[in-house]
């Protein structure tokens, strides 16, 4: 009779901290999450930071915008890679757009017959669903109505290689 | 007299289980009120977007169209009194295309994530007056904010979520 109270008492206590475990594994988990969110948005930030500041995509033409994305040099990347594979793997990354926020401009694709009129230049595809991390940039280029360089706002959209 | 030891073991057990259960709910209330406290946070992403948005260039030029002055510039501009070429005031200039740059950046709304924003420039001196653009945003609620500074000017934007 004892044993039989012993067992029932036992397997009341295991049910009971299975549940206090599992409240509390459910919690460690959210946070889990908030913190991988939190990681993915500074990984974002560190690549515009190292796109903005690698020769292939820096601002050198004036030294008043150190952190600029020449997007004249983004097009011409952009071009490069499409019949070339030597930067593929060079940035590490799935995919990676350059998307002109503001002033918007038209929606589509740039290329070097419509550029300026258009609004992203996409250097890396990807053919599947990614989850991106953005990042705001300054994007510069010259204009040549106002013959300066003119400096817009945009976001780098970039999506690192999963490992498979 | 009949036994009842096993159903005092009962007992005990189910007192100790519930005692268990208030101490964690205490600690739960105390953890989550915690994580209430924490939401309003510094955004690197906001801090970022004000960096590229000092950048931008803006449609005020102090030169006849020679050059045009960037947002960061013309936050000096704006402190010094300074009129634009085309007949604007330099502060309403900044103030114009702070909020057109904000409301096209972000997606404002209700059933938008991102609820409305307070943004200000502090320009710590007497001789220009603060900007500053509220929109659906009274900070008693959940917000992310970024701030940069420029010389001796603060940008700052809040973002209520």
């Known amino acids: 009779m004892k044993m039989q109270q012993m067992a029932f008492m036992l397997i009341g206590l295991v049910l009971f901290f299975s549940m206090v475990g599992i409240v509390y594994f459910t919690i460690m988990i959210g946070g889990l999450r908030k913190e991988a969110t939190k990681l993915q948005e500074e990984e974002a930030r560190e690549i515009s930071k190292k796109m903005s500041s690698s020769p292939e995509f820096a601002f050198t033409s004036k030294s008043d915008c150190s952190n600029c994305i020449d997007l004249e040099k983004a097009l011409m990347i952009a071009d490069l890679l499409k019949t070339s594979q030597d930067y593929e793997k060079f940035w590490n990354l799935d995919y990676l757009m350059i998307e002109r926020v503001y002033p918007e401009g038209e929606n589509v694709e740039c290329t070097r017959f419509n550029f300026p009129d258009c609004n992203k230049i996409t250097i890396i595809a990807s053919e599947r669903v990614v989850s991106e991390s953005p990042a705001f940039v300054a994007l510069a280029r010259w204009d040549p109505e106002s013959e300066n360089y003119k400096y817009e706002l945009g976001k780098v959209h970039t999506s690192a290689r999963k490992v498979e | ?161």
């Open chain 2, 1 to 161: 007299m009949i036994e009842k030891k096993g159903q005092e073991e009962m007992v005990g057990f189910v007192v100790i289980m519930l005692l268990v259960a208030v101490v964690f709910v205490i600690f739960l209330g105390f953890y989550l009120r915690k994580e209430n406290v924490d939401q309003n946070t510094e955004s690197g992403e906001i801090s970022q977007f004000l960096d590229a948005m000092m950048e931008y260039t803006t449609e005020c030029s102090l030169n006849g169209g020679y050059t045009y002055e960037n947002v960061a510039n013309l936050a000096r501009e704006c402190d010094e009194g300074s009129q634009c070429s085309n007949g604007k005031n330099a502060c309403d200039t900044l103030k114009e295309t702070s909020k057109e740059i904000i409301d096209s950046t972000w997606n404002f709304g209700d059933q938008s994530p991102t609820k409305g924003y307070n943004f200000a420039i502090d320009f710590n001196t007497t001789s220009a007056s603060d900007i500053r653009l509220i929109e659906n945003c009274d900070l008693s609620g959940a917000y992310r904010g970024g701030s940069k500074i420029y010389q001796r000017f603060k940008f700052e934007l809040k973002v209520c979520i």
